[in-house]
Protein backbone atom coordinates (compact mmCIF):
# COMPACT_ATOMS: atom_id res chain seq x y z
CA UNK A 1 0.00 0.00 0.00
CA UNK A 2 3.02 2.44 0.97
CA UNK A 3 4.82 1.78 -2.24
CA UNK A 4 1.47 2.67 -4.42
CA UNK A 5 0.91 5.47 -2.20
CA UNK A 6 4.07 6.89 -2.87
CA UNK A 7 4.66 6.46 -6.67
CA UNK A 8 1.21 7.79 -6.88
CA UNK A 9 2.42 11.09 -4.98
CA UNK A 10 5.30 10.86 -7.65
CA UNK A 11 3.47 10.84 -10.37
CA UNK A 12 1.01 13.67 -9.12
CA UNK A 13 4.04 16.23 -8.94
CA UNK A 14 6.71 15.30 -11.14
CA UNK A 15 10.35 16.03 -10.22
CA UNK A 16 12.47 18.03 -11.83
CA UNK A 17 16.49 18.45 -11.86
CA UNK A 18 17.69 21.65 -11.13
CA UNK A 19 21.31 22.42 -10.72
CA UNK A 20 22.07 24.51 -7.36
CA UNK A 21 25.22 25.98 -6.11
CA UNK A 22 26.41 23.50 -3.82
CA UNK A 23 30.22 24.83 -2.94
CA UNK A 24 31.68 28.48 -3.17
CA UNK A 25 35.22 28.91 -5.20
CA UNK A 26 36.79 29.27 -1.77
CA UNK A 27 35.84 26.24 -0.31
CA UNK A 28 36.49 23.93 -4.13
CA UNK A 29 39.99 25.84 -4.31
CA UNK A 30 40.81 25.05 -0.98
CA UNK A 31 39.81 21.58 -0.84
CA UNK A 32 41.53 20.20 -3.74
CA UNK A 33 44.96 22.22 -2.48
CA UNK A 34 43.94 19.96 1.14
CA UNK A 35 44.06 17.03 -1.38
CA UNK A 36 47.50 17.60 -2.99
CA UNK A 37 48.73 18.43 0.49
CA UNK A 38 47.27 15.68 2.74
CA UNK A 39 48.83 13.04 0.24
CA UNK A 40 52.02 14.15 -0.07
CA UNK A 41 52.74 14.25 3.79
CA UNK A 42 50.87 11.21 4.57
CA UNK A 43 53.49 9.58 1.90
CA UNK A 44 56.38 11.67 3.35
CA UNK A 45 55.09 11.25 6.64
CA UNK A 46 55.21 7.33 6.79
CA UNK A 47 59.14 8.08 5.04
CA UNK A 48 59.90 10.01 8.37
CA UNK A 49 58.12 7.57 10.26
CA UNK A 50 60.40 4.65 8.61
CA UNK A 51 63.33 6.03 9.94
CA UNK A 52 61.71 4.81 13.53
CA UNK A 53 58.64 2.64 13.10
CA UNK A 54 58.02 2.64 16.75
CA UNK A 55 55.92 4.61 19.48
CA UNK A 56 55.89 5.83 22.57
CA UNK A 57 54.21 7.54 25.50
CA UNK A 58 55.77 10.37 27.48
CA UNK A 59 58.62 12.75 27.09
CA UNK A 60 61.35 10.71 25.93
CA UNK A 61 61.30 7.14 24.28
CA UNK A 62 64.15 5.46 22.51
CA UNK A 63 65.60 1.54 21.28
CA UNK A 64 65.09 0.79 25.29
CA UNK A 65 61.95 2.21 26.29
CA UNK A 66 58.76 0.64 26.29
CA UNK A 67 57.34 1.48 22.72
CA UNK A 68 53.23 0.80 22.39
CA UNK A 69 53.21 0.17 18.92
CA UNK A 70 56.05 -1.08 16.25
CA UNK A 71 57.00 -2.21 12.60
CA UNK A 72 59.63 -4.35 13.26
CA UNK A 73 61.99 -7.10 11.36
CA UNK A 74 62.18 -10.26 12.67
CA UNK A 75 64.89 -13.19 11.39
CA UNK A 76 62.56 -16.36 11.10
CA UNK A 77 63.25 -20.13 11.86
CA UNK A 78 64.11 -20.57 8.55
CA UNK A 79 66.44 -17.58 8.38
CA UNK A 80 63.94 -15.46 6.11
CA UNK A 81 63.32 -11.66 7.18
CA UNK A 82 60.23 -11.43 8.64
CA UNK A 83 57.86 -8.37 9.59
CA UNK A 84 55.73 -8.77 12.76
CA UNK A 85 53.21 -5.68 13.93
CA UNK A 86 53.70 -5.11 17.39
CA UNK A 87 50.53 -3.38 19.72
CA UNK A 88 51.62 -3.36 23.19
CA UNK A 89 52.57 -7.26 23.71
CA UNK A 90 50.63 -8.52 20.85
CA UNK A 91 52.54 -9.33 17.37
CA UNK A 92 50.64 -9.80 14.29
CA UNK A 93 52.69 -11.33 11.36
CA UNK A 94 52.96 -8.54 8.28
CA UNK A 95 55.82 -9.62 6.38
CA UNK A 96 55.20 -8.07 3.04
CA UNK A 97 53.54 -4.64 4.06
CA UNK A 98 54.33 -3.44 7.75
CA UNK A 99 57.90 -4.54 9.33
CA UNK A 100 59.34 -5.98 6.32
CA UNK A 101 58.35 -5.98 2.53
CA UNK A 102 59.51 -5.94 -0.72
CA UNK A 103 62.86 -4.10 -1.61
CA UNK A 104 63.74 -4.29 -5.26
CA UNK A 105 62.04 -7.76 -4.76
CA UNK A 106 63.96 -8.43 -1.95
CA UNK A 107 62.04 -8.69 1.19
CA UNK A 108 63.91 -5.96 3.76
CA UNK A 109 63.27 -4.61 6.92
CA UNK A 110 61.03 -1.43 6.23
CA UNK A 111 58.45 -0.39 8.57
CA UNK A 112 55.65 1.41 5.74
CA UNK A 113 56.40 -0.30 1.96
CA UNK A 114 58.08 1.27 -0.66
CA UNK A 115 54.87 2.13 -2.40
CA UNK A 116 53.57 3.62 0.30
CA UNK A 117 56.33 6.13 0.93
CA UNK A 118 57.73 9.83 -0.62
CA UNK A 119 60.65 9.12 -2.04
CA UNK A 120 60.01 5.66 -2.75
CA UNK A 121 62.95 4.45 -1.18
CA UNK A 122 64.50 4.97 1.91
CA UNK A 123 65.58 8.57 2.28
CA UNK A 124 64.78 10.41 5.16
CA UNK A 125 66.45 13.82 4.39
CA UNK A 126 63.86 13.77 1.04
CA UNK A 127 61.25 12.83 3.30
CA UNK A 128 61.73 15.45 5.67
CA UNK A 129 61.67 18.24 2.51
CA UNK A 130 58.76 17.21 1.16
CA UNK A 131 56.87 16.82 4.38
CA UNK A 132 58.27 20.57 5.67
CA UNK A 133 57.53 22.49 2.68
CA UNK A 134 53.81 21.01 1.96
CA UNK A 135 53.14 21.37 5.57
CA UNK A 136 54.06 25.04 5.41
CA UNK A 137 51.33 24.74 2.14
CA UNK A 138 48.79 22.82 3.87
CA UNK A 139 48.96 25.72 7.69
CA UNK A 140 48.40 28.55 4.86
CA UNK A 141 45.31 26.85 3.29
CA UNK A 142 43.67 25.90 5.97
CA UNK A 143 44.32 29.10 7.51
CA UNK A 144 42.63 30.56 4.65
CA UNK A 145 39.89 28.15 4.66
CA UNK A 146 39.63 29.03 8.63
CA UNK A 147 39.03 32.87 7.67
CA UNK A 148 36.81 32.13 4.84
CA UNK A 149 34.95 30.06 6.64
CA UNK A 150 34.54 31.84 9.49
CA UNK A 151 34.12 35.51 8.08
CA UNK A 152 31.64 34.48 4.98
CA UNK A 153 29.48 32.77 7.45
CA UNK A 154 30.70 28.73 5.19
CA UNK A 155 30.31 27.56 9.04
CA UNK A 156 27.45 29.20 10.17
CA UNK A 157 25.63 28.33 7.43
CA UNK A 158 26.94 25.04 6.04
CA UNK A 159 29.17 23.34 8.41
CA UNK A 160 27.33 24.03 11.89
CA UNK A 161 24.69 20.81 12.75
CA UNK A 162 20.95 22.72 12.62
CA UNK A 163 18.47 21.91 15.51
CA UNK A 164 16.74 19.36 13.62
CA UNK A 165 19.18 17.62 12.79
CA UNK A 166 21.06 16.99 16.16
CA UNK A 167 17.93 15.18 17.72
CA UNK A 168 18.50 12.01 18.18
CA UNK A 169 15.62 10.80 16.49
CA UNK A 170 17.25 12.50 13.86
CA UNK A 171 20.72 10.97 13.88
CA UNK A 172 19.38 7.21 14.38
CA UNK A 173 17.14 7.48 10.85
CA UNK A 174 20.49 9.12 9.17
CA UNK A 175 22.55 6.19 10.65
CA UNK A 176 20.30 3.56 9.11
CA UNK A 177 20.06 5.21 6.14
CA UNK A 178 23.29 5.83 5.33
CA UNK A 179 24.18 2.05 6.52
CA UNK A 180 21.57 1.06 3.27
CA UNK A 181 23.33 3.76 1.50
CA UNK A 182 20.35 5.89 1.39
CA UNK A 183 21.25 9.31 0.83
CA UNK A 184 18.59 12.19 1.11
CA UNK A 185 17.01 13.49 -2.07
CA UNK A 186 14.97 16.32 -2.76
CA UNK A 187 15.13 19.57 -0.93
CA UNK A 188 16.80 18.09 2.00
CA UNK A 189 19.80 17.41 -0.26
CA UNK A 190 20.38 21.49 -0.36
CA UNK A 191 22.18 21.38 2.71
CA UNK A 192 24.96 18.61 4.30
CA UNK A 193 23.31 15.83 6.44
CA UNK A 194 23.94 15.87 10.03
CA UNK A 195 26.56 12.85 10.04
CA UNK A 196 28.36 14.84 7.14
CA UNK A 197 28.35 17.63 9.11
CA UNK A 198 29.71 16.21 12.10
CA UNK A 199 32.12 14.59 10.34
CA UNK A 200 33.62 17.65 8.58
CA UNK A 201 33.76 19.36 11.83
CA UNK A 202 35.51 16.76 13.41
CA UNK A 203 38.09 17.06 10.90
CA UNK A 204 38.37 20.53 10.35
CA UNK A 205 38.32 22.17 13.67
CA UNK A 206 39.93 18.74 15.85
CA UNK A 207 41.88 16.30 13.75
CA UNK A 208 43.89 18.64 11.27
CA UNK A 209 44.48 21.44 13.91
CA UNK A 210 45.87 18.22 16.40
CA UNK A 211 48.39 17.37 13.49
CA UNK A 212 49.61 20.86 13.44
CA UNK A 213 50.04 21.01 16.89
CA UNK A 214 51.45 18.17 17.61
CA UNK A 215 53.54 18.40 14.37
CA UNK A 216 55.05 21.47 15.77
CA UNK A 217 55.63 20.02 19.45
CA UNK A 218 58.07 17.61 18.03
CA UNK A 219 60.34 20.28 16.84
CA UNK A 220 62.74 21.21 19.80
CA UNK A 221 63.01 25.16 18.00
CA UNK A 222 58.52 25.29 18.91
CA UNK A 223 58.74 23.88 21.96
CA UNK A 224 61.21 26.63 23.01
CA UNK A 225 59.42 29.13 21.64
CA UNK A 226 55.92 27.39 22.98
CA UNK A 227 56.66 25.49 25.52
CA UNK A 228 52.96 24.91 26.26
CA UNK A 229 52.93 22.63 23.44
CA UNK A 230 55.21 20.18 25.09
CA UNK A 231 52.42 20.24 28.18
CA UNK A 232 49.25 20.19 26.21
CA UNK A 233 50.67 16.57 24.55
CA UNK A 234 52.03 15.61 28.09
CA UNK A 235 55.65 15.30 25.94
CA UNK A 236 56.82 15.00 22.91
CA UNK A 237 56.92 11.60 22.24
CA UNK A 238 53.33 11.29 23.46
CA UNK A 239 52.70 13.79 20.78
CA UNK A 240 54.65 11.76 17.99
CA UNK A 241 52.07 9.42 18.85
CA UNK A 242 48.99 11.28 18.57
CA UNK A 243 50.10 13.02 15.29
CA UNK A 244 50.14 9.08 13.78
CA UNK A 245 47.39 8.52 15.60
CA UNK A 246 45.54 11.27 13.92
CA UNK A 247 47.11 10.98 10.35
CA UNK A 248 45.74 7.10 10.87
CA UNK A 249 42.06 8.74 11.49
CA UNK A 250 42.60 10.80 8.56
CA UNK A 251 43.34 8.24 6.14
CA UNK A 252 39.81 6.55 7.57
CA UNK A 253 37.70 9.50 7.18
CA UNK A 254 39.44 10.03 3.60
CA UNK A 255 38.12 6.10 2.99
CA UNK A 256 34.93 6.84 4.04
CA UNK A 257 34.49 10.20 2.71
CA UNK A 258 35.40 8.61 -1.17
CA UNK A 259 33.30 5.72 -0.33
CA UNK A 260 30.27 8.00 0.47
CA UNK A 261 31.30 9.74 -2.86
CA UNK A 262 30.80 7.14 -5.19
CA UNK A 263 27.84 5.87 -3.31
CA UNK A 264 26.22 8.59 -3.62
CA UNK A 265 26.98 9.73 -7.28
CA UNK A 266 30.49 10.07 -8.27
CA UNK A 267 29.80 12.55 -11.25
CA UNK A 268 27.15 14.87 -9.29
CA UNK A 269 29.65 14.94 -6.46
CA UNK A 270 33.16 15.64 -8.13
CA UNK A 271 30.97 18.19 -10.60
CA UNK A 272 30.10 19.75 -7.51
CA UNK A 273 33.67 19.94 -6.32
CA UNK A 274 35.08 21.41 -9.45
CA UNK A 275 31.94 23.61 -10.85
CA UNK A 276 30.14 24.14 -7.54
CA UNK A 277 27.75 23.12 -9.50
CA UNK A 278 25.19 20.14 -7.76
CA UNK A 279 22.01 18.19 -8.83
CA UNK A 280 19.03 17.89 -6.67
CA UNK A 281 15.57 16.72 -7.88
CA UNK A 282 13.47 19.36 -7.04
CA UNK A 283 9.24 18.53 -6.86
CA UNK A 284 9.11 22.26 -7.50
CA UNK A 285 7.09 23.25 -10.14
CA UNK A 286 8.57 24.70 -13.31
CA UNK A 287 9.06 28.25 -13.42
CA UNK B 1 66.04 -11.12 17.01
CA UNK B 2 65.29 -7.98 15.93
CA UNK B 3 67.10 -6.22 12.76
CA UNK B 4 67.19 -2.23 13.95
CA UNK B 5 66.66 0.01 10.79
CA UNK B 6 69.56 2.12 11.69
CA UNK B 7 70.37 4.58 8.99
CA UNK B 8 73.44 5.73 10.34
CA UNK B 9 74.48 2.34 10.67
CA UNK B 10 73.65 1.43 7.14
CA UNK B 11 75.32 4.18 5.72
CA UNK B 12 78.47 3.04 8.08
CA UNK B 13 78.26 0.36 6.71
CA UNK B 14 78.44 1.36 3.08
CA UNK B 15 80.83 3.65 3.68
CA UNK B 16 83.56 1.56 4.27
CA UNK B 17 84.11 1.12 0.94
CA UNK B 18 86.48 4.03 -1.24
CA UNK B 19 83.46 4.01 -3.60
CA UNK B 20 81.36 5.53 -0.79
CA UNK B 21 81.46 9.32 -1.58
CA UNK B 22 81.10 9.02 -5.39
CA UNK B 23 77.65 6.65 -4.65
CA UNK B 24 75.97 9.12 -1.98
CA UNK B 25 77.07 12.28 -4.02
CA UNK B 26 75.10 10.60 -7.12
CA UNK B 27 72.56 9.21 -5.26
CA UNK B 28 69.17 8.81 -6.99
CA UNK B 29 67.18 12.04 -5.83
CA UNK B 30 63.12 11.97 -5.86
CA UNK B 31 63.19 15.45 -6.82
CA UNK B 32 65.31 17.46 -10.03
CA UNK B 33 67.05 20.24 -9.32
CA UNK B 34 64.24 22.45 -9.58
CA UNK B 35 62.09 21.20 -7.71
CA UNK B 36 64.67 20.54 -4.71
CA UNK B 37 65.17 24.41 -4.64
CA UNK B 38 61.55 25.03 -4.78
CA UNK B 39 61.04 22.95 -1.55
CA UNK B 40 64.34 24.11 0.17
CA UNK B 41 62.10 27.07 0.18
CA UNK B 42 60.47 25.83 3.25
CA UNK B 43 64.21 25.42 5.48
CA UNK B 44 64.07 29.18 4.87
CA UNK B 45 60.77 30.32 5.99
CA UNK B 46 60.61 27.13 9.03
CA UNK B 47 64.38 29.41 10.12
CA UNK B 48 62.75 32.94 9.89
CA UNK B 49 59.60 31.63 11.46
CA UNK B 50 61.33 29.99 14.72
CA UNK B 51 63.89 33.15 14.99
CA UNK B 52 60.80 35.44 14.90
CA UNK B 53 59.17 33.30 17.86
CA UNK B 54 62.64 32.76 19.59
CA UNK B 55 62.76 35.96 20.89
CA UNK B 56 64.89 37.27 24.16
CA UNK B 57 66.75 34.12 24.03
CA UNK B 58 63.59 31.44 24.89
CA UNK B 59 64.82 28.78 26.32
CA UNK B 60 64.33 24.71 25.62
CA UNK B 61 62.37 22.69 28.78
CA UNK B 62 64.89 21.68 31.25
CA UNK B 63 63.96 18.73 33.17
CA UNK B 64 64.44 16.76 36.39
CA UNK B 65 66.36 14.36 37.51
CA UNK B 66 63.36 12.24 37.78
CA UNK B 67 62.98 12.48 33.83
CA UNK B 68 66.04 11.35 32.85
CA UNK B 69 65.99 8.66 30.24
CA UNK B 70 66.91 5.44 32.52
CA UNK B 71 69.58 4.53 29.13
CA UNK B 72 70.60 7.60 26.71
CA UNK B 73 70.79 5.91 23.14
CA UNK B 74 74.09 6.22 21.62
CA UNK B 75 74.24 6.97 18.22
CA UNK B 76 76.34 8.04 15.59
CA UNK B 77 80.05 7.06 16.46
CA UNK B 78 80.22 5.26 19.02
CA UNK B 79 84.28 5.34 19.40
CA UNK B 80 86.25 6.67 16.63
CA UNK B 81 88.66 4.34 15.51
CA UNK B 82 91.24 7.31 14.52
CA UNK B 83 94.57 6.65 15.75
CA UNK B 84 95.15 9.86 17.26
CA UNK B 85 92.14 10.50 18.70
CA UNK B 86 92.54 6.72 20.53
CA UNK B 87 96.17 7.96 21.61
CA UNK B 88 94.17 10.78 23.90
CA UNK B 89 91.84 8.58 24.89
CA UNK B 90 94.22 6.07 26.25
CA UNK B 91 95.66 8.79 28.20
CA UNK B 92 92.50 10.15 29.60
CA UNK B 93 92.26 12.48 27.85
CA UNK B 94 95.51 14.62 29.86
CA UNK B 95 96.81 15.37 26.30
CA UNK B 96 93.78 16.86 24.47
CA UNK B 97 93.39 20.16 23.98
CA UNK B 98 90.34 22.14 22.37
CA UNK B 99 91.71 24.52 19.10
CA UNK B 100 89.86 27.73 18.96
CA UNK B 101 91.14 29.68 16.13
CA UNK B 102 89.97 31.04 12.77
CA UNK B 103 88.23 34.55 13.40
CA UNK B 104 89.78 35.21 16.70
CA UNK B 105 91.83 37.97 18.25
CA UNK B 106 93.23 35.48 20.77
CA UNK B 107 93.27 31.75 19.63
CA UNK B 108 93.21 29.26 22.21
CA UNK B 109 94.40 26.10 23.04
CA UNK B 110 92.13 24.74 25.83
CA UNK B 111 92.75 21.53 28.22
CA UNK B 112 90.15 20.07 30.23
CA UNK B 113 91.31 21.71 33.23
CA UNK B 114 91.30 24.81 31.65
CA UNK B 115 87.73 24.45 30.23
CA UNK B 116 87.03 22.84 33.98
CA UNK B 117 87.94 26.00 35.80
CA UNK B 118 85.71 27.97 33.81
CA UNK B 119 82.24 28.97 34.40
CA UNK B 120 79.77 25.82 34.43
CA UNK B 121 76.18 25.61 33.44
CA UNK B 122 74.13 22.41 34.38
CA UNK B 123 70.95 21.29 32.36
CA UNK B 124 68.74 18.18 32.12
CA UNK B 125 67.48 18.45 28.24
CA UNK B 126 65.71 16.38 25.46
CA UNK B 127 67.37 15.22 22.99
CA UNK B 128 65.54 14.88 19.78
CA UNK B 129 67.04 12.87 17.11
CA UNK B 130 65.77 13.42 13.37
CA UNK B 131 64.70 10.09 12.92
CA UNK B 132 62.31 10.56 15.64
CA UNK B 133 63.21 9.16 18.78
CA UNK B 134 63.93 11.50 22.29
CA UNK B 135 66.59 10.93 25.28
CA UNK B 136 66.46 13.39 28.20
CA UNK B 137 70.23 13.76 29.94
CA UNK B 138 72.22 15.98 32.20
CA UNK B 139 74.80 17.70 30.33
CA UNK B 140 77.50 19.93 32.25
CA UNK B 141 79.69 22.30 30.45
CA UNK B 142 80.91 25.71 29.25
CA UNK B 143 78.73 28.07 27.51
CA UNK B 144 80.29 28.37 24.47
CA UNK B 145 79.90 32.26 24.78
CA UNK B 146 82.23 31.84 27.85
CA UNK B 147 85.20 30.21 25.06
CA UNK B 148 83.72 32.91 22.03
CA UNK B 149 84.42 35.95 24.54
CA UNK B 150 87.90 34.47 26.24
CA UNK B 151 89.42 34.19 22.50
CA UNK B 152 87.57 37.65 21.36
CA UNK B 153 85.65 37.24 17.83
CA UNK B 154 87.38 39.51 15.24
CA UNK B 155 84.48 41.98 13.07
CA UNK B 156 83.04 39.57 10.10
CA UNK B 157 82.24 36.32 12.11
CA UNK B 158 79.48 34.57 11.45
CA UNK B 159 79.35 30.77 11.95
CA UNK B 160 81.31 28.62 15.01
CA UNK B 161 82.19 25.58 12.58
CA UNK B 162 82.87 22.75 15.13
CA UNK B 163 85.20 19.72 13.86
CA UNK B 164 85.05 15.98 15.48
CA UNK B 165 87.67 13.54 15.75
CA UNK B 166 85.19 10.42 14.70
CA UNK B 167 85.36 9.91 10.56
CA UNK B 168 81.84 8.81 10.33
CA UNK B 169 81.52 7.30 6.67
CA UNK B 170 84.75 6.70 5.46
CA UNK B 171 86.30 7.63 2.23
CA UNK B 172 89.28 8.14 0.36
CA UNK B 173 88.90 12.55 0.34
CA UNK B 174 88.30 12.42 3.88
CA UNK B 175 84.94 14.36 3.21
CA UNK B 176 83.47 11.77 5.73
CA UNK B 177 84.51 13.50 9.21
CA UNK B 178 82.28 14.67 11.10
CA UNK B 179 82.01 18.56 11.66
CA UNK B 180 79.11 21.33 12.21
CA UNK B 181 78.33 24.49 12.20
CA UNK B 182 75.90 27.33 14.07
CA UNK B 183 75.09 30.50 13.64
CA UNK B 184 76.00 33.42 16.96
CA UNK B 185 72.67 33.26 17.79
CA UNK B 186 72.47 29.82 18.81
CA UNK B 187 76.45 29.87 19.56
CA UNK B 188 75.24 33.10 22.40
CA UNK B 189 72.65 30.99 23.52
CA UNK B 190 72.75 30.29 27.65
CA UNK B 191 72.01 26.58 26.91
CA UNK B 192 74.24 26.29 24.41
CA UNK B 193 77.31 24.63 26.16
CA UNK B 194 80.86 22.40 25.59
CA UNK B 195 79.77 19.69 27.57
CA UNK B 196 82.59 17.35 29.35
CA UNK B 197 80.10 15.58 31.46
CA UNK B 198 76.75 13.51 31.64
CA UNK B 199 74.17 12.20 34.22
CA UNK B 200 76.65 13.42 37.23
CA UNK B 201 79.85 11.89 35.40
CA UNK B 202 82.77 12.53 32.96
CA UNK B 203 81.29 12.58 28.81
CA UNK B 204 81.40 8.59 28.34
CA UNK B 205 83.35 8.21 24.78
CA UNK B 206 79.93 6.66 23.73
CA UNK B 207 78.48 10.42 23.61
CA UNK B 208 81.94 12.30 22.93
CA UNK B 209 84.21 12.15 25.03
CA UNK B 210 86.11 14.75 26.15
CA UNK B 211 83.64 17.00 24.92
CA UNK B 212 80.43 17.28 22.89
CA UNK B 213 78.43 20.35 22.12
CA UNK B 214 75.03 21.09 23.46
CA UNK B 215 72.59 23.72 21.23
CA UNK B 216 69.28 22.08 22.88
CA UNK B 217 66.71 24.12 20.00
CA UNK B 218 68.10 21.90 17.09
CA UNK B 219 68.07 18.32 16.11
CA UNK B 220 70.45 15.54 17.75
CA UNK B 221 72.54 15.53 14.60
CA UNK B 222 73.69 19.17 15.46
CA UNK B 223 75.08 17.98 18.81
CA UNK B 224 78.72 17.28 17.80
CA UNK B 225 80.33 14.64 19.41
CA UNK B 226 84.83 14.29 19.74
CA UNK B 227 85.23 18.27 19.57
CA UNK B 228 88.76 18.71 18.26
CA UNK B 229 88.54 22.36 17.28
CA UNK B 230 86.89 25.23 16.89
CA UNK B 231 87.12 27.54 14.04
CA UNK B 232 85.23 30.97 13.82
CA UNK B 233 84.43 31.46 9.96
CA UNK B 234 82.22 34.31 8.19
CA UNK B 235 81.13 31.64 5.99
CA UNK B 236 80.69 27.57 5.46
CA UNK B 237 80.85 27.49 2.04
CA UNK B 238 84.20 26.09 1.71
CA UNK B 239 84.03 23.00 3.80
CA UNK B 240 83.80 19.84 2.33
CA UNK B 241 80.59 19.83 0.04
CA UNK B 242 79.62 23.62 1.59
CA UNK B 243 76.55 22.88 3.54
CA UNK B 244 77.79 23.48 7.03
CA UNK B 245 77.78 20.21 8.62
CA UNK B 246 77.90 16.19 7.92
CA UNK B 247 74.29 15.40 7.79
CA UNK B 248 73.92 18.67 5.95
CA UNK B 249 76.19 17.70 2.84
CA UNK B 250 73.79 14.57 2.88
CA UNK B 251 70.81 16.09 2.55
CA UNK B 252 69.32 17.24 5.78
CA UNK B 253 68.82 20.91 6.67
CA UNK B 254 71.16 23.32 7.99
CA UNK B 255 68.76 24.62 10.42
CA UNK B 256 67.39 21.61 12.70
CA UNK B 257 65.08 23.32 14.63
CA UNK B 258 62.26 21.05 13.17
Known amino acids: MDGIDRSTAERAAPKRRVLVRRHSGTVRLTHWVNVLCFGILLMSGLQIFNAHPELYWGQYGADADWSFLALE ?47 GFRNLAEGRRWHFFFAWLFVINGAAYLLYGLLAGHFRRDLAPSRDQLAPRHLWHEIVTHARLRFPKGEEARRYNALQKLAYCGVAF ?74 IETEEPKP | MTIRLDRRRLLTGAGV ?34 RLLLTGDALAREFTEADLSPVFKSNGTHNPDDEAYQRLAEGGFADWRLQV ?130 EIVDSFARFYRGKGGFWEDRGYEWYAGI
Open chain 1, 73 to 119: AKRGDNGAIEGVTRIGALEIPTTGVLGASAVNGEIRPRGFPNWATLP
Open chain 2, 101 to 230: DGMVERPLALSLADLRAMPARTQITRHDCVEGWSAIGKWTGVPLAEVLKAAGLKPGARYVMFHCADEYEKTLDGSGRYYESIDLVDAFHPQTILAYGMNGRDLPIAHGAPLRLRVERQLGYKQAKYLMRL
Open chain 2, 17 to 50: TAAAAALSACAPLSASDGVRSVLDMAEQLTMRAQ
Open chain 1, 206 to 279: ILLPVMVLTGLTMSPGMDAALPWLVDLFGGRQSARSLHFIAATLLVLFVVIHLAMVFASGLFNNLRSMITGRYA
